[in-house]
T-cell receptor
């Protein structure tokens, strides 16, 4: 089975721009979660989608949004980029939307905002 | 106060030593996850626990639900165990709360 894939792997943007990141889960997985990792804050939960519905959202501003398609692929969007948005963005997929399910992480997209 | 507290933040050990990383959480959980992150960013799930103890090779994870505490043990540590270990508490809604991670360096 192919693992979780994320594209692009690296991205450089300037302040004020917007960015869209993509995540393809493991085949058969219907839950996709997004996380932000920074040296200062560590890993933080952004949101989770299950069957095209956002089930949970972390404590992030409305500039961060996402969606999930019928094939379970997910995208997250960050508008009006700020320097502090520079981070590693990870997505993880699991079979169901319950916490007792192993999470499979993608390699991440490293976003640099200049 | 963070929902998940992890200690120590940094750990250096000699090859062969027994290592323990601790995790305390304050949220109600459906599972406690231990994750490993190597330089470069890739995260691998090591264990998922809701009770008791699990063992995989030289790694052992335990959880005490009443005390809201979990430990990750590495027996006979090896330089390839050098990584960041992250504890994560998952609630029933699949929302994850992460510890700050323990950076482990095993010296040959």
């Amino acid at each position: 089975k192919a693992g979780v894939t994320q594209t692009p792997r690296y991205l450089i943007k300037t302040r004020g721009q917007q960015v869209t990141l993509s995540c393809s889960p493991i085949s058969g997985h219907r839950s996709v979660s997004w996380y932000q990792q920074t040296p200062g804050q560590g890993l933080q939960f952004l949101f989770e989608y299950f069957s095209e519905t956002q089930r949970n959202k972390g404590n992030f501003p409305g500039r961060f949004s996402g969606r999930q398609f019928s094939n379970s692929r997910s995208e997250m969007n960050v508008s009006t980029l700020e320097l502090g948005d520079s981070a590693l963005y990870l997505c993880a997929s699991s079979f169901s939307d319950r916490g007792y399910n192993e999470q499979f992480f993608g390699p991440g997209t490293r976003l640099t905002v200049l | 106060k963070n929902e998940v507290e992890q200690s120590p933040q940094n750990l250096t050990a000699q090859e062969g030593e027994f290592i323990t990383i601790n995790c305390s959480y304050s949220v109600g959980i459906s599972a406690l996850h231990w994750l490993q992150q190597h330089p470069g960013g890739g995260i691998v799930s090591l264990f998922m626990l809701s009770s008791g103890k699990k063992k995989h090779g030289r790694l052992i994870a335990t959880i005490n639900i009443q005390e809201k505490h979990s430990s990750l043990h590495i027996t006979a540590s090896h330089p390839r165990d050098s990584a960041v270990y992250i504890c994560a508490a998952a609630n029933t809604g699949n929302q994850f709360y992460f510890g700050t991670g323990t950076s482990l360096t095993v010296i040959p």
